[in-house]
């Protein structure tokens, strides 16, 4: 079955465009939610930026 | 009529939950679940962060990737027509996916469930229109019954990378008559399996089991050189084939079984 890559994040009731992740730091990451009104944590944030396969993403092992 | 056709009772005839609406719930022993999910129309999430109940609303999504914080073995519950829900345990944090319920989730037509070796259970005996179903490491699954899943033409269940399932003794894909596409793999204890006559695609391996019996009725080449070469790995000298002498590609699924010394049992 073909797996398609999600282009976009549901968070906090707001849509964004997660396309283009693999191009952002995490601190550009932080600044689009901010953007679009998602208020998290920054622990949260990096979290959400690895699942979603951020650029400097540094996936930790539960 | 027309009042008749809107009753409650109608709502229930076709599948949805009693109050009119699909549901999802979670449970979870992460402090956030994350899944790719596509939806018709509105969708609330519901779910308990520090204490408190809180709620998301998200309209049509397709293949959107939603990710849930929550206070740790809180429920997560997902209201509205989602048609696609996909939930790997290794998107989240620092927990596991205990429970998954669909059972009242009729508008589901893809479900995919990756690496959550901790739930034993997935009923799906509602959800007729499922299309596609992946069970990828839910190496804990006690049971599994497929049966009513007459829409399902793409089923995927394998072992993963978390060992293989040491509970499924049988597997009846036989009221599956849509099924085109299967892969079955890490059924280590396997020991009967129905097919179904319409599959197109079969990867079947069942690696050091005690499988012994099998149905098919050989109306398929690719399927029956597959069950052939299951056969020939089989551990076990005594089993039994069943299968119709009068399918298009019996003698290839007839004469592993004759080198094995199975026995062939009219289907």
């Known amino acids: 079955m073909e797996k398609k890559k999600p282009t976009k994040l549901a968070i906090c009731g707001k849509v964004i465009s997660i396309a283009k992740i693999g191009e952002k730091s995490l601190a550009q990451f932080k600044s689009q939610l901010k953007l679009a009104g998602v208020n998290v944590s920054d622990e949260r944030v990096s979290k959400v930026y690895a699942a979603c396969g951020g650029r400097d993403a540094v996936k930790e092992s539960k | 009529m027309l009042d008749g056709l809107l009753s409650p009772v109608f709502l229930q005839e076709a599948g949805q939950s009693g109050n009119g609406k699909n549901k999802i719930k979670l449970l979870t022993s992460s402090s956030d679940v994350s899944a790719t999910i596509s939806c018709n129309g509105n969708i609330k999430i519901q779910s308990v962060e520090n204490g408190e109940k809180k709620e998301e609303s998200y309209s049509n999504l397709e293949d959107v990737y939603t990710t849930i914080s929550c206070d740790k ?140 019996k099998i149905y098919y009725a050989a109306t398929n080449n690719v399927v029956s050189s597959t069950i052939a070469d299951v056969i020939a790995d089989a551990t076990a000298a005594d089993g039994t084939v069943y299968t119709d002498s009068e399918g298009a590609y019996y003698s290839t699924i007839a004469d592993a079984a004759t080198a094995k010394g199975w026995t062939i049992e009219q289907l």
């Open chain 2, 73 to 212: 073995n809180t429920e997560i519950v997902i209201i509205g027509d989602v048609t696609k829900f996909a939930i790997n345990d290794e998107d989240s944090s620092d927990g596991y996916l205990q429970t998954i319920d669909v059972s009242k989730c009729n508008s589901l037509l893809n479900l995919s469930i990756t690496n959550c070796s901790y739930i034993e259970n997935v009923d799906l005996s509602k959800n007729a229109n499922l299309q596609e179903l992946v069970l990828s490491g839910c190496v804990g699954l006690l049971d599994l019954s497929l049966v009513g899943l007459e829409n399902l033409s793409y089923l995927e269940f394998d072992s993963g990378s978390d060992g293989n399932n040491a509970h499924i003794t049988e597997l009846d894909l036989s009221s599956c008559v849509s099924l085109k596409n299967a892969t079955l793999t890490g059924l280590e204890v396997i020991n009967k399996i129905k097919l179904n006559n319409s599959l197109e695609e079969l990867y079947l391996t069942t690696p050091d089991s005690t499988l012994t």
